[in-house]
């Protein structure tokens, strides 16, 4: 499949005419069945210059991956993986980034969703295959937060906060300084970004632990998250 034919429908998708929309929707969801599909719109998400265009291609990568996911080979899987983790570092588009983020987080909740139960049923070989890549995330965000660069740093937290969103059990099994940096975070205040993005990954993190021994570690972190909410209305108004 040639990119420039997806590029074709995805900007008739942006025309006023209903019609145009409608062959533009049915020719997309026949060429939703081929086998580069998704790695086409990855490329397109990536390079194309027209923004909205690449919006589109996240749009449809996102619903592909919800809604075939037991479809997808795991060489495509895999690769989209690794191409998202490279992107991330590299995109500068403040909209771009969040739908970056929002295709990782759906992949991650399938995958480590899944490596849950097969990890509940103790299939080690599968609970080794369904983590692979997502080691490499948490490694680039533990990167990330220990910069110096504010930039860096507020790219790690919406990392973080993106995993532990969609996978916080995962974060806290394999990370378990997490704790300890949104507590840093949250007295040192780098920047609003930085504070907002701690107080999210708290919150996801408290649906999720079981473990007695967090109970301490939350109760010591009420009164700090309670600073910076007021540190963020004051800053944010």
Known sequence: MESSLLIHWLNQLT???????KQATKQLQSLSLTNDFLLQLFHIFRSE?????????????RRKLSKSSSTISKDVHETLKHLLLEQIQIETSQRIRKSLFELIGTIAKQDLQHEIIEKKK????????????????LHLCGTLVQSTDLKKLELGMYLFATLSTYCGRFVLEHWPHTFNLISTMLKTRPSTIVCEQALIILTNLVKVFHQKQYVQTIVDLVPIANEAIQYLFVNLT
């Open 15 to 21: 025309e006023p005419d209903t019609e145009k929309v």
């Open 122 to 137: 103790k299939s080690k070989k599968q609970h080794k295959i369904e983590t692979t890549g997502w080691k490499e995330y």
């Open 49 to 61: 210059q027209n923004e909205q265009i690449r919006i589109l291609a996240s749009v449809l990568l």
